[in-house]
T-cell receptor
Framework: DAKTTQPPSMDCAEGRAANLPCNHS???????VYWYRQIHSQGPQYIIH???NNETNEMASLIITEDRKSSTLILPHATLRDTAVYYC???????????????FGQGTTLQVKP | AAGVIQSPRHLIKEKRETATLKCYPI?????VYWYQQGPGQDPQFLIS???????DKGSIPDRFSAQQFSDYHSELNMSSLELGDSALYFC???????????????FGNGTRLTVT
């Protein structure tokens, strides 16, 4: 089962920041938080990940609370092409080689509007 | 940059037939994962391989099998196909575990299987 909870849908105005919340209250100390998005049945696209510190890359910023029980993905200037399903995933250490699979939950459908 | 390559992109089969899906990981990635995504559903983990050995197993039907070859590509074999097997099948790859499962999985664009 997924270890995260996300709102099912959100709207955002084009050009504004999109803030997508995620709760992961049962996260373990060595488990990473990953964010992916899926646009129109394409393969899930990696966005960003973090362990305990805030992270930023060319796509987004990830803010993780100090207790690590929740996080927020920030798209600083949303465009229409950012309309997608966004998945917040706690990567589970698993398998005989600790390959760490991703378990997808329901995700947040972000609709960016003109 | 090179991405994960999946073939074929589309496949149409009849019930009770067999299908083989192929996945070519990113160069120097030796871990491969398979996912199934039914219509309107979220991706479901099927199986993973590291260094040609099965690493983890999810909700993969007994009718399905998979393997990873010496060049690290992987194949998902599906037999006795059922209508419910119609789905998108994604493959993902990542670097070997000790480089950190702080390394992301990178997904291909999938194979759309339609069973009629």
């Amino acid at each position: 089962d997924a270890k995260t909870t996300q709102p099912p849908s959100m709207d955002c105005a084009e050009g504004r920041a999109a803030n997508l919340p995620c709760n992961h209250s049962t996260i373990s100390g060595n488990e990473y938080v990953y964010w992916y998005r899926q646009i129109h049945s394409q393969g899930p696209q990696y966005i960003i990940h973090g362990l305990k510190n805030n992270e930023t890359n060319e796509m987004a910023s990830l803010i993780i609370t100090e207790d690590r029980k929740s996080s927020t993905l920030i798209l600083p200037h949303a465009t229409l092409r950012d309309t997608a399903v966004y998945y917040c995933i706690v990567r589970v250490l698993s398998g005989s080689s600790n390959t760490g699979k991703l378990i997808f939950g329901q995700g947040t459908t972000l609709q960016v509007k003109p | 940059a090179a991405g994960v390559i999946q073939s074929p992109r589309h496949l149409i089969k009849e019930k009770r037939e067999t299908a083989t899906l192929k996945c070519y990981p990113i160069p120097r990635h030796d871990t491969v994962y398979w996912y199934q995504q039914g219509p309107g559903q979220d991706p479901q983990f099927l199986i993973s391989f590291y260094e040609k050995m099965q690493s983890d197993k999810g909700s993969i039907p007994d009718r399905f099998s998979a393997q990873q070859f010496s060049d690290y590509h992987s194949e998902l074999n599906m037999s006795s196909l059922e209508l419910g097997d119609s789905a998108l099948y994604f493959c993902a790859s990542s670097p070997e575990p000790h480089e950190g499962w702080g390394s992301p999985l990178h997904f291909g664009n999938g194979t759309r299987l339609t069973v009629t």
